[in-house]
Nanobody, 116 residues
Framework: VQLVESGGGLVQPGGSLKLSCVAS???????MNWYRQAAGKEREMVAQ????????SYADSVKGRFTISIDSAKNMAYLQMNGLKPEDTAVYHC???????????WGQGTPVTVSS
């Protein structure tokens, strides 16, 4: 599975961004996730969408501000980010977790900077 993210950029605190991720296929994909990694910090999973169950979950740090969604017809995953804070600054990666095997595929990432 090949993944390409887009939509990152510079935004002021309190602003919004919508990240997009196009996948080469959703075939055999169990979940689409968004991870982020800030400089000097550990990688963090911020949102998950389990495709068979339409189940979503979020890190406590983004709950109520971020929304993950997918469009299976277009092989797209999205992350709507509202109420952005400086601590949301990171490189955001789209990740496809495969069904039945222990494998994940990562996109190259899109940087998000929240600063005034």
């Amino acid at each position: 599975v090949q993944l390409v993210e887009s939509g990152g950029g510079l935004v002021q605190p309190g602003g919004s961004l919508k990240l997009s991720c196009v996948a080469s296929t959703f075939r055999h994909v169990y979940a689409m996730n968004w991870y982020r990694q800030a400089a000097g910090k550990e990688r963090e999973m911020v949102a998950q969408f389990v495709i068979p169950d339409d189940y979503t979950s979020y890190a406590d740090s983004v709950k109520g501000r971020f929304t993950i969604s997918i469009d299976s017809a277009k092989n797209m995953a999205y992350l709507q980010m509202n109420g952005l804070k400086p601590e949301d600054t990171a490189v955001y990666h789209c990740v496809a977790k495969m069904a039945g095997i222990s494998a994940s595929y990562w996109g190259q990432g899109t940087p998000v900077t929240v600063s005034s």
